[in-house]
């Protein structure tokens, strides 16, 4: 089986964001970069797929040389070799889905592994995208996956409970928390992963969908009543839900 | 922009909350530039889209057939995209909600569309439109220019406020997509609901536990609140991560992101990845016994002691209120 995984790296879900000199990107000193968190449910179901049904694991990462620490990552965790579609400066994610379905048509996987969405932008589209780009079915926020043969059956989250998808391989899937429980590499792993290949690729071009012209940190003025646990306080804070909010 | 397109979805006989939302963000854009803005809806009823004019919406597109009657997201995302082209929309809104934010970016990437998801507002600089959005999980808005000539949206549940402006008739056209149905590619077959429990997605008031809470024996409490409030119940991922409510109810950064009118946050420190998920939240009231807990600093109420003492209390004075 070639499994075809999606790793974009993003800062630490910690990070206390502070807006750049340009007024419209993050001031990324000493901010420390990850794997997005949603990408290593996406690894580690691709590496289940690998050792159930054989097959190879690579991962793809659209990015600068800065990526290259969560590329090792990944490879730590057991890829068996890594893609990286070279960029500079800005690019938004029609650029990155269009050059991830670019590869896969050279790759021809029998599935592509994406998180639910990157913890930086909260793009949230990648995934379907390369399917559309590509033909191919898609099943997004998955939290079960069970495949036979080429029959695919996915549970997704959604309001209120589950949706049973079934389709085929190949298709696209794009993994929610809950869906496996990821590996921590260990250290051999992580030795071994510098000696395995990351394959440097130059992007096709495509047209500017998206531009960010500005970033701020959001502002929200809030009332900041806080009282002590009395049964008069407790009543006041009613009475403010009730009169102020207008909830009750 | 020239013609407006609001993706409208059903629920046991109305449209669902968010569609009115949209239709009333459609309507101020489509108001500021003198311009039509028409919905499309799958499968419906002609009563059930009736009640889209109390919000001003006076044109829909019904996708009324058998081959739709299994949601399949490539199959519907092709029917829309047909009809984009076929009657020339060129801004379309979707719900940032599991529907939409899969249908989207599949339009978008069918027409080679510009896409931002999950936005939170509009504004217009030199005439040009600009969205915000948040990123980093709400710690920063971005503004954001869209390029081409089919701009796509989805904009986040709960944000923008369904502002009713009747008008005198809603006109129901068919519309039957020129696309291959039997190439449908992936079928919901089956739903499973989480058995009477109201999701913190569609809530109005979510009660959330954290650790404070101290074990799953004691979430009664969380129940009781959340159920005088006629609301859903939530949890951090300290709470879900020690196996004592399921994954479902996790709030925050790896969790759900929410926005009710009212968060209430019962022994729960308030981490960044938490207020990830629910600082957009209308009002914030929160329980703790340390009154340094960063949670207070987003609060707008906020009761510093014993959840085990303040809760049961609440929920009496609560009652008392109602009756
Ligand atoms: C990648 C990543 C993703 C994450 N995603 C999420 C996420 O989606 N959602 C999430 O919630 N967290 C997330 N976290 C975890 C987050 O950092 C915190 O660890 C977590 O939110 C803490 O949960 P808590 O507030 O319940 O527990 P604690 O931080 O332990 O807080 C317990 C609080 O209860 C109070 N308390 C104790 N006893 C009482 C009492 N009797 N009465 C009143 N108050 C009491 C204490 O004062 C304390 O403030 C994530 C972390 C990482 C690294
Ligand atoms: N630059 C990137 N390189 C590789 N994969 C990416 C990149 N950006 C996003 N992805 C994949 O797409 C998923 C959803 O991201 P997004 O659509 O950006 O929210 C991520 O979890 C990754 O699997």
Redesign the pocket.
Known sequence: MNILVCISRVP???TKIIVGADGKSIDDKGVKF?IN?YDEFALEEGLRLKEKFGGKVVTITVGSDASKEAIRSALAMGADSAVLVKTEGYFDSFFVAKNIAEYAKEFNPDIIICGRQS?DFDSFQVPSMIAEFLDLPSVSVVSKLTIDGVKVIAERDVEGGKEVVETTLPCVVSAQ?GLNEPRYPKLPDILKAKSKPIEERQPIPTELKVEIVGMEIPLRARKNKIVGDSDDEIAEIVRLLHEEAKII | MNKILIFLEHNVGKLKRVSYELITAGRTLAKSKNIPFDGVIFNSTNETIETAKEYGLSKVLHINSSSFEKYSVSLFAKAISNLIQRNGYDFILFPANSRGSELAPRVAASLEASFIADCVGFDYSDGELIVIKPVYAGKAHIKAKMYGTVKICSLRPNVFTAIPEPVQEVVVENFGPNIDASATKEVVIDTLKNEGKLDVLEADIIV???????GPENYYLIEQLANIFNGAVG???????AGWRPHSE???????TVSPTLYV??????????L??MSTSKYILA????KD???FKVADYGVV??????IPKLIEKVKAVKE
């Open positions: 630490d879900t910690a990850i968190p913890v928390k | 959330s536990g954290g650790r404070g809470i101290k949890a951090s991922r300290a709470v879900v991560d996790q709030v925050g950064q790896t969790g759900k946050a019962c022994g729960i420190s308030g981490a960044i990845q938490h990830a998920g329980i703790n016994k340390d807990a960063p949670i002691g014993d959840l085990f003492n303040v």
